[in-house]
T-cell receptor, first 117, second 115 residues
Framework: AQKVTQAQTEISVVEKEDVTLDCVYE???????LFWYKQPPSGELVFLIR??????QNEISGRYSWNFQKSTSSFNFTITASQVVDSAVYFC??????????????FGPGTSLSVIP | ETGVTQTPRHLVMGMTNKKSLKCEQH?????MYWYKQSAKKPLELMFV???????ENNSVPSRFSPECPNSSHLFLHLHTLQPEDSALYLC??????????????FGQGTRLTVV
């Protein structure tokens, strides 16, 4: 069965510190997709990244970077030089190889990040 | 602006009321979703529509009734809800059929309080 674990419920950092959000997943499929979404106080989920199971290259986008390691079933997310605007709940999510006509995405419980000025 | 619009943003209703949540997308997507986000719980998938046909219903109580009149609109009709149904209800859409496993776009949600 699919499962996504985000062990950190809440994290607080001081502005300009680096912070890493952990994500560990479980799946029996060899083909799957991993996502990170950001939920600011306004409520909507904002897509950040999608990674397929065959692409283990790490990715960097500005202050954001992602470390995908299949050996440990982890897809961690690092924010460098954090800013107050990064304060939000971050969700890691998993979608297995498509068996249906839509995307069945399983979300982790989320990590609430507070960046203190 | 995500392309998915939900109304109303906030709703307070009594347990005997009937109300509806609306979701609209003009992204040309074929799949639409309702999720429930309760405090301290993971996002729960409630319903999925693909090409206007309901394809998944995750054991949701019958007091929640979805409707998808066309590929751009999705409703969630609410009737005789319970206080534990208070939550943030999120609508999402994705390309769906033929374009699998691309990201879903979410609306801003409706914060529902049942009194």
């Amino acid at each position: 069965a699919q499962k996504v674990t985000q062990a950190q419920t809440e994290i607080s950092v001081v502005e300009k510190e680096d912070v890493t959000l952990d994500c560990v997943y479980e799946t029996r499929d060899t083909t799957y997709y991993l996502f990170w979404y950001k939920q600011p106080p306004s409520g909507e989920l904002v897509f950040l990244i999608r990674r397929n199971s065959f692409d283990e290259q790490n990715e960097i986008s500005g202050r954001y970077s992602w470390n995908f390691q299949k050996s440990t079933s982890s897809f961690n997310f690092t924010i460098t030089a954090s800013q107050v605007v990064d304060s939000a709940v971050y969700f890691c999510a998993l979608s297995e190889s498509p068996k249906t006509s839509y995307d069945k995405v399983i979300f982790g419980p989320g990590t609430s990040l507070s960046v203190i000025p | 602006e995500t392309g998915v619009t939900q109304t109303p943003r906030h709703l307070v209703m009594g347990m005997t009321n009937k109300k509806s949540l609306k979701c609209e997308q003009h992204l040309g997507h074929n799949a639409m979703y309702w999720y429930k986000q309760s405090a301290k719980k993971p996002l729960e998938l409630m319903f999925v529509y693909s090409l206007e046909e309901r394809v998944e219903n995750n054991s949701v109580p019958s007091r929640f009734s979805p409707e998808c009149p066309n590929s751009s609109h999705l409703f969630l009709h609410l009737h005789t809800l319970q206080p534990e149904d208070s939550a943030l209800y999120l609508c999402a859409s994705s390309p769906g059929v033929g374009q699998l496993n691309t990201e879903a776009f979410f609306g801003q949600g409706t914060r529902l309080t049942v009194v």
